[in-house]
Every structure is written in C-alpha cells, then in structure tokens.
C-alpha cells in the first residue's frame, strides 16, 4: 500500500490516487478542517497514532493560519519519514522458525 492509499483509508477519504503531493495535501487538509470543527478528539487521537510530534502540531495551531493544511502537511512528511525508513532499514527474521510471526 503507498502512502496516497494509507492516508485515504486512515482519513476516510472518497479519492485514494492523488496525482501529486499537493493534492493530497488539499483532500486531507479538508478532512482535517472538519475534524478540527466537529471530531477534535478522534483527530488528535489519529495523530498520536501516526506519532506526529505535539511540539509540531502545536507550533502550527499557534500559528493560526491554514492549519488543516499545514496539519496535513505534517501527517504527509511523517508518512514518508516512515516508508523511508522501513526502506532503509528492513527488518531481519529471526533465524529461529518459533521466533517469526
């Protein structure tokens, strides 16, 4: 699954291939608008799941201007941040058969 597909799913989102970044970007911040309004808990709740950092999301709610956007912005950078290192650093199976998963 690539990040357009897992950010679309996580967030609920109608379209799941975004052509570019700043598409996604959009859709995303749209939904986060909204969860900004009406579901501000589950929102913070995906972002601790996603493991994005407070200090970056409250120095962009003290900014004051285009949150969502910017919101989305970070959930974008740490999603890469993630496959980048799945990609760089692959986990070994453990030699032993009882020990895999």
Sequence with gaps: MD???????GFELQNKNF????????ALSVKIDYMLKYQMEELFSKLYRLDIFEKKIKAVIAEGDNIGYKIAGLIIDRQIEKQDS?????????????LEW
């Design 86 to 98: 799945k990609m760089n650093n692959p986990s070994e199976k453990p030699k032993d058969k009882d």
């Design 3 to 9: 990040i357009n597909e897992e950010i679309a799913l």
């Design 19 to 26: 052509i570019s970044r700043e598409m996604l970007q959009e």
